[in-house]
């Protein structure tokens, strides 16, 4: 099908396969027994509805730098930039785990109490810990992806820039993720759809913003999604000091701070002549004394938590 209908084929083929999956699994649908209570179902609908469109538009979101590409490229640059997409995918099934298991933890402390209070302080201590190791494995990929490319798809040399920007652009966007479970854990499911859209905004004003005024190139698109994440960021700490008596910079101090810090060393090391490897145990190390040197509170915290 993308032979014939190019990037739409994708998009008919998965429609296809949920259609198959539905034709073998129909004869489990007559075995379900439907029990109609209106109270439960106006209390599914209030907060299982806005948390399933906060998922399509989700979709659209991770679509927005494809589409921008299509819209001023061609489909050759879309394939090149399809590694750039391998390695963001991979990294983000990382911090995806971690918050996974940090929700179930956050929804059991706030069940316990319905404290607010409470609730902000695990969750900053949490991010700030997510900050932290998805921080180092981006350091480690910043650097791997290039010979890694190079060796199993030399083809798509041209994209390795833009794998390196989605990097950045993972690590910004992990650094914040554990803020969004704020508002489901207490069903303000609105404000979570709210700032999804507004990444979507961030994402298509700079992915085709940069293209036009800097040329139509692949790395711009990264950029634009990578400073989007950013503001993404940005404005979910502004969103914890609104619903919370935690400070914005607070927020941001374990969230997207060392981030940033882990951004700088990557950039400074960039600068050396020596061996990637080289480069990846000289930032691991600097990275490492300044978290420790900054964020030892919050990880002995935090170990002393989960013991």
């Not at 993308?2 to 084929?9: A, C, I, P, S």
């Not at 083929?13 to 649908?29: G, P, Q």
């Not at 494809?66 to 983000?92: H, P, Q, R």
């Not at 950045?168 to 803020?179: D, E, K, Q």
Request: glycine share 6%.
């Amino acid at each position: 099908m993308v032979h014939q209908l190019n990037y739409w084929g994708l998009l008919w083929a998965n429609l296809i396969a949920l259609l198959v999956s539905l034709v073998v699994y129909i004869k489990s649908f007559y075995k379900i027994q439907f029990v109609w209570d209106i109270v439960v179902i106006k209390r599914l609908i209030k907060t299982g509805l806005l948390l399933l469109v906060n998922s399509l538009v989700w979709t659209f979101m991770m679509s927005i730098d494809k589409f921008v590409i299509l819209g001023f490229m061609d489909y050759e640059a879309l394939g090149i930039y399809s590694a750039a997409l391998i390695g963001f995918s991979t990294l983000v099934m990382i911090p995806q785990s971690l918050s996974s298991i940090f929700y179930v933890k956050l929804s059991h402390q706030y069940g316990s109490n319905n404290d607010t209070t409470t609730l902000v302080k695990t969750i900053n201590k949490y991010t700030c810990i997510m900050s932290l190791v998805v921080s180092v494995v981006s350091i480690v990929a910043y650097y791997l992806l290039p010979p890694f490319i190079l060796f199993a798809m030399p083809a798509y040399e041209h994209g390795i820039r833009s794998a390196q920007l989605l990097v950045m652009g993972v690590s910004i966007y992990s650094a914040s993720m554990l803020f969004g479970h704020l508002f489901t854990i207490q069903r303000k499911n609105i404000k979570l759809l709210r700032n999804t859209l507004m990444l979507c905004i961030f994402n298509i004003c700079f992915s085709s913003g940069l293209v036009i005024i800097f040329g139509r190139n692949i790395n711009y698109v990264a950029l634009g999604t990578t400073i989007s994440y950013g503001l993404y960021g940005i404005l979910l700490c502004y969103s914890m000091k609104k619903e919370s008596k935690c400070g914005f910079f607070e927020c941001a101090y374990n969230s997207i701070f060392p981030v940033c810090i882990s951004i700088g060393i990557i950039q400074l090391s960039d600068a050396l002549d020596m061996m990637w490897l080289c480069k990846v145990i000289l930032a691991l190390f600097v990275f490492s004394i300044m978290s420790l040197v900054l964020f030892k509170k919050n990880i002995i915290s935090v170990l002393k938590f989960t013991d």
